[in-house]
């Protein structure tokens, strides 16, 4: 079993949907949790970074952790075509600087 | 303003070169890293650096090797190029304890 399981899509949406992404993982020692936008040709931009169990609201984008789940999800409210890109979720041991373990990535697109 | 940058942004060499790939952070990090993406867009982490010193090395084969002149650069170096070395590899950078950033990637293709 991998570390990190995403499913890989691709998803579709019409624009103004709501999006849920979602990963899971094996590891109890995972306490934070990131999710990553990334672009085609581009580098990953960091859009959520969350510790231990929760929720975390920034604008249109609510990223949820349940550690008791192994299950973390990101929620994007009110689609933009700009929001087509992969989303990876990432997530590491002890802080920010341990090597962050990624899932495979979920393509979305949000079509106008 | 370019927090993370790398060069070059892409690079195509025959096997069996040896080549190299440049990485500058201008944000006071001290912890610089290397990741591989390979053609099924996975990240898995090669190496990493604190303070210049290496802190991870991953099972990465011995032809890669990173250096660190200082805290700002970390730059990879790769012998006797293969095909399997294909890839995007992406450059990133936090403080300690603190959220990672990544560069725009170097895409390698070997021939």
């Known amino acids: 079993q991998k570390e990190v399981e995403q499913d890989p899509g691709p998803l579709s949406v019409p624009e103004g949907a709501i999006v849920s992404l979602n990963c899971t993982y094996s590891?109890?020692?995972?306490?934070?949790f990131m999710w990553y936008r990334q672009y085609s040709r581009k580098g990953p931009e960091l859009l959520m970074y969350t510790y231990s169990s929760g929720n975390k609201e920034d604008g249109r984008f609510t990223a949820q952790v349940d550690k008791s789940s192994k299950y973390i999800s990101l929620f994007i409210r009110d689609s933009q075509p700009s929001d087509s890109a992969t989303y990876l979720c990432a997530m590491s041991r002890n802080s920010g600087n341990t090597p962050l373990v990624f899932g495979k990535g979920t393509r979305l697109s949000v079509i106008a | 303003d370019t927090a993370v940058s790398q060069t070059p942004k892409y690079l195509v060499t025959q096997m069996g070169n040896d080549k190299s790939i440049k990485c500058e952070q201008n944000?006071?990090?001290?912890?610089m890293y290397w990741y591989k993406q390979d053609s099924k867009k996975f990240l898995k982490i090669m190496f990493s650096?604190?303070?210049?010193?290496?802190?991870i090395n991953e099972t990465v084969p011995n032809r890669f090797s990173p250096k660190s002149p200082d805290k700002a650069h970390l730059n990879l170096h790769i012998n006797s190029l293969e095909l399997g070395d294909s890839a995007v590899y992406f450059c990133?950078?936090?403080?300690?304890?603190?959220?990672?950033?990544f560069g725009p990637g170097t895409r390698l293709t070997v021939l």
């Open positions: 590891n109890s020692a995972f306490q934070y």
């Open positions: 650096y604190n303070n210049k010193e290496l802190i």
């Open positions: 944000l006071g990090h001290d912890t």
């Open positions: 990133a950078s936090s403080r300690m304890r603190d959220k990672q950033f």
